[in-house]
């Protein structure tokens, strides 16, 4: 039989051994193809973990999850398709989010149509959040226009004034999540696409907060660009002390920090929106050197979290992950799986698969009584971002992903600045 509620069991049952139960179905689309292929398939292989986890300790109740997966081929209508069959036709309990901000933005809809809990994995632009959709859950820090805050706080605070750099090139692909990021950067008005109201207004911009100005700005095109040695020597001939490069992946900032590379840009400092993943590295090797990009995981943060009801620390998550795949995890498989840790919560803290029940548990976690991740700890605001969680910042240095800041939230490595060319 379906689990109804883990709670309100009869008598009998209660005074009885443990019932066995039908399985419970959760479904996720994921890019496995496609222009977001590489995290796409990090975020299956999280969510695979999470849950054979869960079910090699006896699943949630007695009831054994099982992971029903598609690939979306990084196409938003074929998400949405996926996602309605998930609701329609296999039935499942719940559902994981999936990866990018334009695919989730899209399938916000049709969850938030049918009643279902949205676990966003990777779905950071803040129009995303303001839609009105009830039981949206944000696994990430704060919403992608917010990113830049990180930066602006980390000039501040880790590179004295007259060293601090005064000008900034900032290039972007013409993709939701990076424009999104853009947008706090540049301190532009965030706008509702349905009916072109202004969401929020976020100038002067973090640039501008923190004193550097934008002497070079370039959109390049989402889809079969590959004019990078153009774009970079435009970049250089900026003179900007600060690059910011807002790419919609991996594989782009691995082309661009090349094409710097080949022009000898040489700038004090450069910040990245992508390139946590280790394929990054293997892409540009010293080129990434004192690159710096922010993250919403660290191999070395000593978050403990709850997995099948018991404590399951960060440094499980990448024992594991090192045992079952044979090589050490990043963000892009440390999210999806903390998504899964929290649906398992929302079900056992409802006592049921329920979605409304599960969306009201999770909307009722505060600072002292949270859900608890590899990432750290998470409670929610009215529209689903999460309350008091800032961004970490990381920098690659001899070929190592260095956590940097913000200094007082556990262990960092000292800030490589200036940043001696690529």
């Known amino acids: 039989m379906k689990l109804a509620s883990l709670l309100a069991t009869t008598a009998a049952i209660t005074m009885a051994a443990a019932p066995v139960f039908a399985e419970i179905k959760i479904g996720a689309s994921l890019p496995l193809t496609g222009a977001f292929s590489i995290a796409g398939a990090k975020h299956e292989q999280g969510y695979q973990l999470c849950v054979d986890l869960i079910n090699e300790k006896g699943g949630i109740g007695g009831e054994e999850i099982d992971l029903i997966m598609s690939d979306n081929r990084s196409d938003p209508a074929t998400a949405i398709n996926q996602y309605e069959r998930f609701i329609n036709v296999d039935d499942v309990d719940a559902v994981f989010g999936t990866f990018s901000s334009r695919l989730t933005f899209p399938v916000a809809n049709i969850l938030a149509k049918n009643g279902y809990v949205h676990p966003v994995p990777a779905g950071g632009a803040l129009r995303i959040y303001t839609q009105g959709h009830q039981n949206l859950f944000y696994f990430q820090p704060n919403a992608a ?24 090139a900032v290039v972007a692909a013409d993709d939701f999540f990076a424009n999104a990021v853009e947008t706090g950067f540049l301190g532009n008005k965030v706008m509702d696409p349905a009916d072109g109201s202004e969401v929020a207004d976020l100038a002067p911009g ?70 946590t993943q280790a394929e990054f590295y293997e892409g540009t090797q010293e080129a ?105 910042v990381a920098q690659w240095n001899g070929g190592e992903l260095q956590f940097v800041y913000p200094t007082d939230e556990f262990e960092t490595s000292p800030l490589n600045f200036p940043k001696q060319g690529f």
């Open 145 to 168: 226009e917010y990113v830049g805050s990180s930066l602006q706080g980390l000039i501040r605070d880790l590179i004295a004034e007259g060293e601090r750099p005064k000008t900034a």
């Open 206 to 275: 973090y640039l501008a907060e923190a004193g550097i100005e934008v002497v070079y700005s370039e959109k390049w095109p989402e889809e079969g660009f590959n004019d990078w040695l153009n774009l970079a020597n435009s970049i250089k001939r900026s003179n900007a002390e600060l690059i910011v490069v807002l790419s919609a992946s991996a594989e782009e900032a691995v082309q661009i920090t090349r094409a710097l590379k080949t022009v000898r840009a040489e700038p004090k400092m450069v910040y990245y929106s992508q390139g």
């Open 288 to 392: 990434s050197e004192a690159i710096l990009m922010h993250t919403s995981w660290h191999p070395d943060a000593p978050y403990s979290g709850l997995l099948a009801g018991e404590e399951f620390s960060n440094q499980d998550f990448v024992d594991a992950y090192q045992a079952k795949f044979g090589a050490a995890p990043d963000e892009d498989a440390a999210i999806p799986f903390a998504v899964c840790q929290g649906i398992e919560q929302a079900i056992r803290g409802a006592g049921s698969t329920d979605n409304a029940a599960m969306g009201e548990w999770l909307a009722a976690r505060t600072t002292d009584d949270p859900v608890r991740t590899i990432l750290g700890r998470f409670n929610w605001d009215d529209v689903g971002l999460p309350v008091d969680k800032p961004f970490l």
